[in-house]
Antibody, heavy 123, light 110 residues
Framework: EVQLVESGGGLVKPGGSLRLSCAAS????????MNWVRQAPGKGLEWVSS????????FYADSVKGRFTISRDNAKNSLYLQMNSLRAEDTAVYYC????????????????WGQGTLVTVSS | QSVLTQPSSASGTPGQRVTISCSGS????????VNWYQQLPGTAPKLLIY???QRPSGVPDRFSGSKSGTSASLAISGLQSEDEADYYC???????????FGGGTKLTVV
């Protein structure tokens, strides 16, 4: 059974940093592109970042570019999101999602999602 | 402001057929496939339709998707109370080099 379990969320002050983790199990982690998607309270889904299976390709939403860093450790079946210079507008539930398809191809979608971890940026 | 445009709400009665639209542009829906996600209250999103019109295993055939040009639609037939959820369309965007979502449509079964 595919499982994605996020952790690392919490309350942080504006300008602070946080590192999210996503532990994957039930599939060959190193064969899949992985992603972070967030959802602000009461709002819609927003794609944050994607990383290819071998970390060769990485993409970020403009809203987090230069502040967030996605990475993965295939030996540990884990995905990470280092978040720096956090702002109030980064407050959201952050979901880890497995992708099917090749990055920047015509068909790319998220077939499994974690339960999410809440990040609150407030003084 | 979301890149893909969806109605904010939709409603129907049990047994009815409802459709949810999703409008984009040549850099996203016009050149890439559309996917739909269902988010039940208080839960994580779930893949509902992929590659415009394909259903993952376990998704009832009451759910169907279609795409034409730079627009797509999700249809739900035989509406049930458990279909009350938020529905999101999404696609890869060649200009932004990322996935874009619609703002979401809240479906109410009255």
């Amino acid at each position: 059974e595919v499982q994605l379990v996020e952790s690392g969320g919490g309350l942080v002050k504006p300008g602070g940093s946080l590192r999210l983790s996503c532990a994957a199990s039930g599939f060959t982690f190193s064969s899949y592109n992985m992603n972070w998607v967030r959802q602000a309270p009461g709002k819609g889904l927003e794609w944050v970042s994607s990383i290819s299976s071998s970390s060769s390709y990485i993409f970020y939403a403009d809203s987090v570019k230069g502040r967030f860093t996605i990475s993965r450790d295939n030996a540990k079946n884990s995905l990470y999101l280092q978040m720096n210079s956090l702002r109030a507008e980064d407050t959201a539930v952050y979901y880890c999602a497995r992708a099917i398809g090749i990055l920047f191809s015509s068909s790319y979608y998220f077939d499994y999602w974690g339960q999410g971890t809440l990040v609150t940026v407030s003084s | 402001q979301s890149v893909l445009t969806q109605p904010s709400s939709a409603s129907g009665t049990p047994g009815q057929r409802v459709t949810i639209s999703c409008s984009g542009s040549s850099s996203n829906i016009g050149s890439n496939t559309v996917n739909w996600y269902q988010q039940l209250p208080g839960t994580a999103p779930k893949l509902l339709i992929y590659s415009n019109n394909q259903r993952p295993s376990g998704v009832p055939d009451r759910f169907s998707g279609s795409k034409s040009g730079t627009s797509a639609s999700l249809a739900i037939s035989g509406l049930q109370s458990e279909d009350e959820a938020d529905y999101y369309c999404a696609a890869w965007d060649d200009s932004l080099n990322g996935v874009v979502f619609g703002g979401g449509t809240k479906l109410t079964v009255v």
